[in-house]
């Protein structure tokens, strides 16, 4: 999917708030896919034990990468500044708190003691997986491309928005 117009678009056409929701966008996509392949591959996968739902999570993983490099191609076309947006999770505050929830719940269940015999852990576990589920993904990640289809509906930014209805369809 060509950038070229999204260069222009945004070199042209945003005003500076636009870019800095636009980096934004950028920044907490990308935290929260590695975080995804973080919670599915290291404290989800190896707890399920049935081979359906590990090779199910593996294909997820790799859909996690695929998105983190979509974004990537999309800092990296637009030549923004990769050191800046990929630490705004440091410093945005509304993405930081986001960030430090999810990182609280993968904790809790990537301990390698963790024992799903007992109730309480595996409340905890299923606690975790739906909070990554409808919570993680099912509102926060999904709100995070309306900025983007919003500029698209305005005939702006129309290969990331593209780009980003790949991303939801996976």
């Given at each position: 999917?060509?950038?070229?117009?999204?260069?222009?678009?945004?070199?042209?056409h945003?005003?500076?708030?636009?870019?800095?929701?636009?980096?934004?966008?950028?920044?907490?996509?990308?935290?929260?896919?590695?975080?995804?392949?973080?919670?599915?591959?290291?404290?989800?996968?190896?707890?399920?034990?049935?081979?359906?739902?590990?090779?199910?999570?593996?294909?997820?993983?790799?859909?996690?990468?695929?998105?983190?490099?979509?974004?990537?191609?999309?800092?990296?076309?637009?030549?923004?500044?990769?050191?800046?947006i990929?630490?705004?999770?440091?410093?945005?505050?509304?993405?930081?708190?986001?960030?430090?929830?999810?990182?609280?719940?993968?904790?809790?269940i990537?301990?390698?003691?963790?024992?799903?015999?007992d109730?309480?852990?595996?409340?905890?576990?299923?606690?975790?997986?739906?909070?990554?589920?409808?919570?993680?993904?099912?509102?926060?990640?999904?709100?995070?491309?309306?900025?983007?289809?919003?500029?698209?509906?305005?005939?702006?930014?129309?290969?990331t928005?593209e780009?980003?209805?790949?991303?939801?369809?996976?």
């Amino acid at each position: 999917i060509s950038l070229s117009q999204d260069i222009y678009d945004y070199k042209h056409h945003l005003s500076d708030s636009e870019k800095h929701v636009y980096e934004n966008v950028l920044s907490y996509l990308t935290t929260s896919d590695i975080l995804a392949m973080r919670n599915i591959g290291l404290a989800v996968m190896e707890k399920m034990t049935a081979p359906e739902l590990q090779i199910y999570q593996a294909r997820q993983v790799y859909e996690e990468a695929l998105h983190t490099w979509t974004y990537q191609h999309c800092i990296e076309t637009l030549g923004l500044d990769q050191q800046e947006i990929y630490n705004r999770y440091r410093v945005v505050p509304a993405i930081n708190r986001k960030i430090q929830i999810a990182n609280r719940r993968i904790d809790s269940i990537l301990r390698a003691n963790i024992d799903l015999n007992d109730p309480d852990e595996l409340n905890n576990f299923v606690l975790a997986y739906i909070f990554f589920a409808a919570v993680f993904e099912g509102c926060w990640f999904y709100n995070g491309f309306s900025p983007i289809f919003s500029l698209q509906r305005r005939g702006l930014m129309k290969g990331t928005a593209e780009l980003f209805q790949y991303i939801m369809r996976d």
